[in-house]
Structures are given as C-alpha cells and as structure tokens.
C-alpha cells in the first residue's frame, strides 16, 4: 500500500476529512482503450446498467463523472444518480473514496501486477418529471454517455479511446452519430472513437423507430431518425420530408460548409420521455410532442426546434467561444459568449426554419412579434437590474431550475435577447451597405470555412467584431457592448427592417398556439400575469397591475367577478374593464387562505403584432425568404 493510500485508510479510520489531489488534464495519449457497456434492457425500473473496463496502472487513480456538460453550459452531471459503484481489479474489490470536496471525483489504489480495473454502477434514471428530465419508458430511451460513464482523470478527453457496445430491448431499431462496428443479438458494439466523441454521440432507441434520409446522395448524409410512442405518430407525409430536407438545404446555402462527415437528427415523438433540443457536432437530441407530423396544420410552436439544434453544429460546436471550450468534462467552463453561441443560433433557428418553410412567414412574424413584446414589455428586469451579458452566467446560477418572477430574473435572456441583437446587426449591415451586406455574409465568413473539419475551432468576442469589420467597417464593438451591458431597447432591430411593434386586443395565430401551449390564458402585457387552465398562475409581471394588486406566481384564481374560473372568463372580464370602472374582482386560493384581489386595470386586452413601416423599406422578408 502506498503512502499516500494508506494516508486515507488512516484518516477514514479516525474520522478526519482529507482530500487526494485531482490529476489536471494533460494533452497526452492515455494508455490502451476504456471498454464500455451499457445494459439498456431493464424497462420495468428504468436502470441503465453500466461496466466498464479502464487500463490501469499500479498506484494512484482518480475517476471522474462528467460534471459540466456541453450544451448545459453547467456543471449539471446527474451525480446523484449514479449508484452501486463498485471497483475490481484481478478479481478483488478495491476499496474506494469519493473526494471530500469534488463529489464527482473517486480516489482507488491500484494494486500491484493490475494492468486494468473493471468499474460497474448503476444509473437510476428518473422515474417521473420531479426528479429530472425521463430518458426510458416502455417504448423508448435516451442513452447520454456522460451519465452512464466514469473515465480517468489525467487526460484531455479527446486522447482517451473508448469503445462501447450497448444491449437493447429486444426488437429495438436506433440511431445514433456513432457507427455500428459488429452486431450480436440484441447488442451492438461500435467502432473505437474518443471519450470526447463518445459523450457528444447520444443514442436514440425504441420499439418505433423510422430513419428518414434528409440529403439522398450526399458525401456528407444527414438522417432523421425517429422514436415514437406509437407507430401510428411515424406516418410522414412528403410535403413534410420535404421541409425537413429543404432545412439541410438551407443551411447548406447559408454556410457553405459541413463541419461532420456525417449527422443524424435524433427526435422523439412522445408524451412519456422528457422532450429536450441538445446539440452535439453530428447529431442532436430533440424531443417534442407525438402529433408533430399527424397534428401538422395545428400549431408550429417547436418547428424550429431541429433548425436550431441542426445550426449548432456550425456555431457552438465547430466553433465555439473560446472560454466554453474545456479540455475534459470536469473543468469549469466559461459561459460570456452564449449571446453568440446560442443567440446567434436562436436568430438562425428562426431564420432557417422560415426559409426551408418549416414555418410560413406569418408564422415566424408571429414568433418575432412575442419575442419583440418580451423586450418591449415583458422584461422589467432588463430595464432596471440585469444585463444581457449578466444573464449568460445563469446556466451555473439557476442550472435551469423554475425561478420565481422570471421575468424579473430573466433568466438565460441571451436566447431570446441574443436572437434581437442579431437582428440589429443585420439591419445595420443592410444599411450601411445599401442592401449589399446582411448577417449571410457573417455567417458564410465566421462559421463557413475547411469544409469536413470539425475539430472545435474557438473564437473570442475581438474575432466576432473583426469579421464584422472585414465585412462592413462600423463601431461594432460599441453596437454590440451597448446592448450587452446597457438596459435600452432591443427592438430597434425590427424597426430598422421595416416594421412596428404594436398591441391589439386581438390575438395573432401564434399568441393562440402559445395559449393552447398554456391550456389557459397569456395575459402578460394587460393583466401581467398567465394562468394554466386550473387557474394557478404561473409568472406574474414584476410591478404589473397583477402584482401590484398582490397577485403572486403559484396562487389559484377560483372566481372571477363571481363567476367560476375560466381562461375565457377572466379574459371577458379585462375586456368589461376597459369601458367600466369597476375593479377586476379575483377569489384567489393562496396556500390555505382564500381571498378577494381587486385589479385596477382598464386598458383591456394587449397582444403583440408585428405590422409593416411603409417609410422604411421591408428588409425583414428578404431575410426570411428561401436562398
């Protein structure tokens, strides 16, 4: 026993805390190929049984869980559901402890004449919504490598080969980014690749499983492969392949280049497993409702869900911003440029998903004018407190936990926000090169270049403003900075493409869609509040006529003016408002207290529009259409 091991043998024995040190990541090969398996099969308890065998050598040897995961931006490794961790080595258990102060590390001593150690552990996914996002049900999974692996610490994880085999439900089809090496039954073993590659290569799988071929005869294919909880939700029409094909398209158009040699859209069609857009280089995780092809004409709320996930692979993966980048998954990362990282992707998401016509042009002006109410509106935070830049530290803050008054937190704003301040960009350019200069050109320029390589190429906030320069020389930097750190207006984007912000008591197809999304009523910009259809209400604007009434998200609205709760009753009472005098009377059920709250609102019903400048010429179309 080393010194060093019997240190901690001696310390436990005497109750003392004392912590082995880490090993930093070096650039250097690890030694041999961690073998992986993943027993996928136990549905009934929703377990993935993971073993693994890791060359070793005598002495010392930390075990990492991944911790902070791209495309989480967080260091949000589901370590608490790693269980049953056990350690051997030439067939005798290892004795092992969990670092006092990093939890998602573990110490081993490696004996003398090992050459290897075979881990094995449980991951107990959840079981219901409360206790995380679901990845296994009856009819499908979500398999994530980071949380149903442990590697060595040491290294840079692009120098640790790995080779994993998976045993699947019998009768499962599934698609993945990885390539299938041998196949044995139920089980499929894959070709080696890196630690690195493996984490971001996720693995669809289920009982209804169709793979579509989004660019039929392409060096570089890309898949649709989906998982449903029913065979009848995989019944696709062509016209519907087609705008999905057009999607691959397009951003073909927009880049010029394909930064994988391959990549497969991973999308579950489900009300059982938690939905999620998760990018990784040549793949992403998608996860929406089961009608999202048979239900069609009823709605495009999620439509740009693939477009954006799919940009990623440009903007986050191959390039990325330089102080995200990470040598392995337990280094902090750095989250300042999410305003671009997914910003950017939210204004091409949008974008792209209009010109491939995954979303009609009303549709997305629709979205654009919610997103334009939001900042004109809806974020008193902004106004007052927060700053864009602020809001990228909040995947570490809240780690997308449910915030009270989020609104007034705005949280993770970089998104939406982000997608305005682009839109900025693009009218500026357009003007100062009279219409010869727009953000396709940034795109094609920035992210565009070495057609086929896709090791993560960096960036840094000076690179962005230099490639505006090389395109259209203007202040940049102070454009940029303005809307980052300051609290003005971030829908000038919009009016410099032609097009006002206004309000009606009339909502556009999309507010309904959201409506319907909400299975009650979106009253954020008259009330300032939205309420569910069992009358709990879920924001409440900051310093709106709801809270200053002393309204708060969680309560329950039982009656309105006498009459029992409805979204379509509450909604006739602000409309009866605005030609009376009279308060808005609410019986509202607050823990055990059930009370009377009078709003005094009489402005009627507000929804966001979008509707042409005719003194301005309408650059925003000519954005939106088809290259």
Known sequence: ????????????????????????????????????HVDATDLAHRVFRVSETIPAQPGELTLLYPQWLPGNHSPSGPISKLAGLTVTANGKALPW???????????????????????????????????GRRVMTPEMLDLQWNANTIYPAGYYARQIMTQASVTFPEGWQYGTALREESHAGATVTFKPITYN???????????????????????????????????????????????????????????????????????SLSGKMGGIGLEHHRSSENGTRPDYFT?????????????????????GKYRRPADLWTPNFNVPMQ??????????????????????????????????????????????????????????????IAQRGPLPYRNYQASEDYYAAGLLIWMDVDAKLRALSKGKKSMDDFAKAFFGMKN????????????????????????WAGLLRGHLDGHGSLIGGLEAHGWKLVYTDQQSAGGRAFESFLK??????????????????G???WDGPAFKAGLAPGMTIVAVNGKAFSGDVLKDAVTAAKTSKDPIELLVKSDEDVKTIKVDYHGGLQYPHLVRDETKPDTLKTLLAAR
């Open 197 to 267: 590659d493996l984490v971001d290569s996720p693995i669809y799988a289920g009982r209804y499983f169709k793979r579509l071929d989004l660019d039929p005869g392409s060096k570089q294919p890309v898949f649709l492969n989906l998982v449903a909880d029913d065979a009848k939700d995989l019944v696709v029409k062509p016209e519907q392949l087609k705008a999905h094909q057009n999607l691959v398209a397009q951003m073909q158009k927009l880049y010029g280049a394909r930064h994988f040699d391959h990549y497969d859209f991973l999308l």
């Open 1 to 36: 026993m080393s010194l060093s091991r019997l240190a901690l043998v001696l310390a436990a024995s005497a109750g003392l805390v004392l912590t082995a040190e880490v090993p930093a990541p070096k650039d250097v090969p690890f030694h041999g190929t961690v073998k992986i």
């Open 539 to 541: 924001d409440v604007l």
């Open 97 to 131: 402890m969990r670092d006092t102060v990093n939890m998602f590390a573990f110490h081993v001593e490696v004996p003398t004449g090992a050459t290897e150690v075979q881990v094995a552990f449980q991951y107990l996914s959840p079981l219901s919504g409360n206790e």
């Open 452 to 475: 086929g390589e896709w090791a993560a190429n960096t960036y840094t906030f000076d690179d962005v403003v230099k490639t505006l320069n090389e395109i259209q020389p203007y202040d």
């Open 295 to 315: 239900g069609w004409e009823r709605g495009a709320m999620g439509r740009d869900l693939l477009a954006h996930e799919f940009n990623h692979s440009w903007n």
């Open 520 to 537: 009650g009523a979106n009253l954020t910009y008259s009330l300032g509040l939205s309420v569910g259809s069992t009358g709990v209400l």
């Open 335 to 396: 989250d300042s440029l999410l305003w671009v990282y997914e910003g950017q992707t939210q204004f091409w998401g949008e974008v792209v998903a209009c010109r491939a016509g995954l979303l009609t042009e009303q549709q997305t002006l629709d979205a654009l004018a919610g997103t334009a109410a939001t900042y004109d509106r809806g974020r008193p935070g902004l106004a007052t407190w927060r700053t864009v830049q602020d809001t990228t530290n909040d995947p570490t």
